[in-house]
């Protein structure tokens, strides 16, 4: 296991799906940063099975309780740790699951890289309950980065193949907020919410793309060669279960275009070095060049589905038939939106940090 | 900077593009590894600018020499430093490019991260001739890694928008060496030359998509949450300049798929555990699944080409016109094959000595 | 702040003096390690204020809680997340020590570092209570540690500048408990106790040597140059609040011995390849010989004391008078001993996990 | 191997004693430092084998190169990779040295860990020559240092038994360049140098202590609990060959002092908080305090000695008898003085640059 992630901005994650808590430690928060539960509980929220279409039944509180590092209502310099209590676990239907592995989850490498040791309970470390940890640690970047004027947000652009129309970077914050999908464009939302309750009531599940904006980040944040903001990133958003591929600005299409094309000139805007486009996603050389950081991540439809599956059991080494119980998202995209922001916040917050662009106190 | 990577076997990058030299030093390699100037050179020969078509006429020996670690014909668990020079470098063009950036270039963010002091000629640090110390590295990672079983190739599956046809993984270490685009389908490479050339003659260039396979990786190599497989092999493959996207298995596309489609059922092949199809390309969970892992990474075409383009003049902060001379590649892909290559045998030689798959003294 | 300490097993520490608990992650550990809530508690219960001389008044039941990583009585691979709870918290006498600093204390360097914006309560970060999450980690590190045959003992050697005899370290084990000092010689102990007893009478304090000697590593844990054992063991233990030296085997005595007299002679003894003698401590080249691992840590007198000291008003930079209220050890050596150890497991248990003596799973 | 050392100044180490050359990459360094050869010549020199009593016959040019970071004699935010050429090199004698180990030395060690497959040839890399590697660093860390106005003396204060009286902190820096042992009293360096040379004619060596302090450094440098100045410090220390304690202010003699007398009395002295003596060294909490550092390394005397030892034939299994050829120092405590600056110079500049006290370009 591999539990850290960042070099200044370093955060530690723990707990299980079933276990009694889900938690995350901050390290290298500056001192004096804002920081209330409310900062963390709205991403929290946000995250938190609720009205998404397609949400898992499983409810829990999702409560945070810091545990250390904040003290009158600022960051000290300390590290914080956070967490959130597991309350509603049901465990019985996971047990079989070490030997007849579900296909598309980690249940079989997994027994192999642990020799079956590993906690099987809901997934146990590879459910995609530990990304709270995520969020919560992204709530305290994100309000690290509000002192650098950098505002981070994703939205949701396909579903099932429904794919939104592009939205410009700045309205993203507030358009996505009109449906519980986190889609800037309503129309497709609806065509979205309908594919994911077709594949709920078919006991299958969809998948699709969250891209994430991020504003105001400095010309200059990255740390090239192997810390570059596209690597880094990319690291980050492939650490979250069911991202499968990830590209910046125009990515794959841009290698289909010639260099006359997807280059993007450069001009000034108000005295400001602006790029006329934005092909690039507002990286070059690994750097940020301070126009928008764009960014898409392919999440795969959920694993878990309720149609009967072929798999194989590990201790006969035979061929064997699965149907899946327990709860689970037939679409996990809505609710990874914010999942997506919070990696990418403390990604940038470390980033920022060791550039110096941010004070050890704020 | 940040110009190392890796936690147990770990590279460190130097050099600039008309500096004295390239190099890379590998530390945690483990003793008792055959390695030979040969095994490097054949790697940097693939690398080395030649017959691909589109190629810069810049010419370099790159003949690797060894400064430490290795002992009568085998590595000592010592740090392995190894340097080729730069023999055939030409500064004059590049001195303009710190007041004139290139579009698509880091000379911009650079000039504002390091106040101008970075080295500006051939692009210093953020040339992709850097790319060379990657080269010598992954070539004693795949070294270590042939004591494992594991071999790892990569292959041209798309220029200019013009894609091969699938490659099966068994296939590519051959197929890819009939052409000098390193693509497996001769009458696609054709086509990916024409391309090439054209753009060449326009004086534009081309991008295009390098796919690597993975043979022979044994399950539960990877180390979740923060170093699963995809979150350290995307990192390492972003650091490579151009690189925009990444994707494993099916990617992009399998968010278009439900989860009945998506999943690979597990089955039973003499004995061993493989899924009947592979969309995940060999990584669940983070960790390996024993099939074989695939990747594609997006390359932007080179930003440098001959056409004349609209950039701004930083000290007057007014808009400009850039002609760029020196010498470029008009297509680098298919000299990026074998760095894609070796950026994946760095991070699986890691993740694999991580998890003790291979003994500190083989 | 650098709250994490390991590269394979990776202790992550939080939690103040009187915030809600104190606590610990620890990553990497293997899976199948047995660990129970006994063994951390033994070591806790070490720790704890109680009938050792000088013990402060503040008395806590540190009862440990398992967040995560464990899983039906054994190590999950997955990490491991523990914390005790601050229940005897009393933090009125605090506040004034950010502007009149105390005297040894760190009040002064870190209310510059953190402007004032560190928490001060009980010392909070800086309290000596924080060392309970070293005590954690180390007990799941002693647990790994016993399945390579490795134990790790230390004992109380002086107090005060009364010194206690040598002790062979075969017998530290068993000797040390035979007083609540710790101290393998019965009558220095009680020497040692009536210091320490004069001094709290005294509203004065004392300090003393903590020697740790670690039977059954094998030889070849170490990785030169920069983790080194001498080195990394170095690092931990002087993380530890009062330790000002650290030496290894005959240490600073050895620097007046000629050469001929300081290197232990090699010998065999029924096959095992031993030195007749162990000036050296068992570390060569930073790397364990097979000998006894034997290390010394001078911690200085608890700087908290009821004298009254000169110190400064911050705010109005003129001299000041101090007189400390709250609870304080007279003498912490003998609570610090068993911190010693654990951060000696932890640094070991580590470096034997890069150097390939653990599997990763047990 | 673990040939890295530091976060954000982060240097990698490379070479062996009989291979091509001895190196060093130094990551991290701010751009906009000035760099010439001279400086990082002037360092090396020190270190060199030449009129210092009991030096080796081995003498070495040891010219640096720079090959790469450096650009119109400034640094450039790139990594800076340095390399001295090993010149005089004569092998013969030490292959035996794997089979018959010498006491020590880590022969022993490093052939059961590396299965003696390490490199031999004067050490290897066990060699204190690797140490012209860590000044090479040094003396770039060093100008790093001078833009924040500190400054890094040492001096060597025993050899053999023969302690110099205390200086000042103040005159360390022209004292020392008195003789050719850098020891700060003329009449002590006399002494040593005749028992340096009674040792040298006898075929046996001495040790003795280096006393390194630090100017300048502004109070609240240092990263707690497990960055604190004098864990780093003393890792970085302890990495030298040779040293087997180090200790901080009054070290070891604190622990015999009652905290009425060990703690250091704060005072304002021209508006400027100090403390009215200095017997933590400049250290709380793992902080600077603004006062001067001040720590001590125990050097061990030269293992490498004529007189005939005592060892074992390790294919036989039986005792056997060494007698040393080659070329040794009799002390290597005038020629350590650089080194114990250099890794200290190293720490301090990492730990400002994580504290922020230094920014990303000078």
């Given at each position: 296991m591999s539990s850290s992630l960042g070099v200044q901005f370093r955060i530690t994650s723990f707990g299980e799906s079933h276990g009694p808590c889900i938690g995350v430690v901050v390290d290298g928060c500056p001192a004096g940063v804002n920081l209330a539960v409310a900062d963390v509980q709205r991403d929290l929220d946000r995250r938190k099975a609720g009205d998404q279409p397609g949400a898992t039944p499983r409810r829990e509180p999702d409560a945070v309780r810091f545990l250390s590092g904040v003290f009158e209502g600022h960051t000290t310099g300390a590290p914080i740790a956070m967490v959130i209590d597991?309350?509603?676990?049901?465990?019985?239907?996971?047990?079989?699951f070490a030997r007849t592995p579900r296909p598309g989850h980690a249940d079989y490498p997994a027994s192999v890289k642990y020799n079956g040791l590993n906690?099987?309970?809901?997934?146990?470390?590879?459910?995609?309950?530990?990304?709270a940890g995520f969020v919560m640690a992204g709530a305290v970047a994100r309000q690290v980065l509000l002192n650098l004027g950098v505002r981070v947000d994703a939205h949701t652009v396909a579903i099932a193949g429904i794919e939104a129309p592009p939205c410009d970077a700045g309205f993203v914050h507030d358009r996505r907020q009109f449906n519980s999908l986190s889609c800037c464009d309503d129309a497709s939302a609806r065509l979205m919410a309908d594919a994911i309750e077709t594949a709920r009531m078919q006991g299958d599940s969809v998948g699709g793309v969250v891209e994430c904006v991020v504003l105001g980040?400095?010309?200059?944040?990255g740390e090239p060669v192997f810390a570059g903001i596209e690597g880094e990133v990319a690291r980050a958003v492939l650490s979250i279960p069911a991202v499968k591929g990830i590209e910046f600005g125009a990515g794959f299409d841009l290698c289909r275009k010639p260099g006359s094309a997807a280059n993007d000139p450069f001009g000034v805007d108000g005295g400001t070095i602006v790029t006329t486009k934005n092909d690039c996603g507002g990286v070059l050389g690994g750097l940020s060049t301070g126009m928008p950081l764009v960014l898409r991540a392919a999440f795969k439809p959920?694993?878990?589905?309720a149609v009967e599956q072929q798999t194989v059991d590990l201790a006969l080494k035979t061929e064997a038939r699965l149907t899946i119980g327990g709860r689970h998202d037939a679409c996990i995209v809505p609710r990874a939106v914010v999942v997506v922001e919070s990696m990418v916040c403390c990604v940038l917050c470390d980033l920022a940090l060791q550039a110096g662009f941010i004070p050890r106190v704020v």
């Open positions: 597991n309350v509603n676990t049901e465990s019985t239907a996971y047990t079989r906690d099987p309970r809901g997934g146990g470390r590879f459910s995609g309950r530990i990304t980040l400095p010309p200059g944040v959920t694993p878990s589905i």
